[in-house]
């Protein structure tokens, strides 16, 4: 057996007999990127699937439940989806184009774009030359969000940790929970019927049912969950689904249920949705919760981290 000194001249012995500076650089890519999850891994045999089987995984999740959707927009005809009357920059059904993260990545979007299935301009004044550039929204996390969630942001969620997403639609969020955490409990509460039998079957076609529960429930009559979650997920949750005066309702039920010491992730920041709200929605933002930064901040680089943070905000309960 080598010692640790030796182990590293052999290595930058071995670095030294590539052929130059662009191979040294895809090597340390590689080691960064899959090399060192897959190292670890043989360390921590509770670290069962690498970061790139991880991400493969997910990957046919998404597929299988792109499959099921009802259409290309991924809504079902029985949402009640609404423009938010509180939203400073205006956006509504003109300008902007839902497209499902979770379900389509970027290589995606370019494709959809091109093909002309996605809108990139509309027109501010019909006939008219006034053009505006559409807003593409989405209602899921997108599958590198939910890494960054799951594999960086949060702690590792063992020792019977139960996680809750408020408004899971088609379980995005549950199917991120399950392949990147520990989570003993992964529950979603899902207003509308529909969405929830997608996310059911997208669940039980995966075995996932031993961790993932659906609950078919308006947030409201399901407050024990709430009470009983160590992490919650809030991820665009009620601008678009519910009026001014409900929205109001539903983050005074979370301030108050939600338990001390539990985390919190929002998209957008708690900051940026409540200034939406006539009087913050009667919540003291600094009496509540604290920023937290991300618990595990070396599983990406800096320049990931500093980018996903700028959207993608952790909180932890204080009262």
Known sequence: MKSLEEVKAEFLQLIGELSGSSD???FMEWLKDDATDEILANCNPNESMTKVEKRKNLGQVATYSRSLQPNFEAVCPSEQIQAPVNCPEGLNF????????????????????????????????CGGKNIGEVELLTHSCGRDDLEFIFDALLPELIGGKVLLDVGSRIGAV???????SNSSAIIGVEMNP??????????QQFKMQDRVQIVNAELSTRLDLVQSADVIVLNNVFDWFVPVNVQVNLWQL?????????????IPSIEEAL????????????????????????RLSSTEISEKCDSIKLYSVML
């Open 24 to 26: 040294i650089k895809a």
């Open 94 to 125: 003109q300008n902007t184009a839902h497209v499902d993260a979770f379900l389509y990545d970027e290589a995606d979007v370019e494709e959809l774009t091109n093909d002309g299935k996605i809108p990139t301009h509309f027109c501010r004044n």
């Open 194 to 203: 529909d969405l929830c039998h997608l996310a059911l079957q997208t669940s």
């Open 254 to 266: 979370l301030r108050q249920n939600i338990k001390k010491g539990a985390l919190i992730v929002t």
């Open 275 to 298: 200034e939406k709200l006539p009087n913050n929605a009667g919540i003291d933002i600094n009496q509540w919760v604290k920023p937290s930064p991300p618990f595990r901040p070396s």
């Open 174 to 180: 549950l199917f991120g929970a399950y392949i990147y």
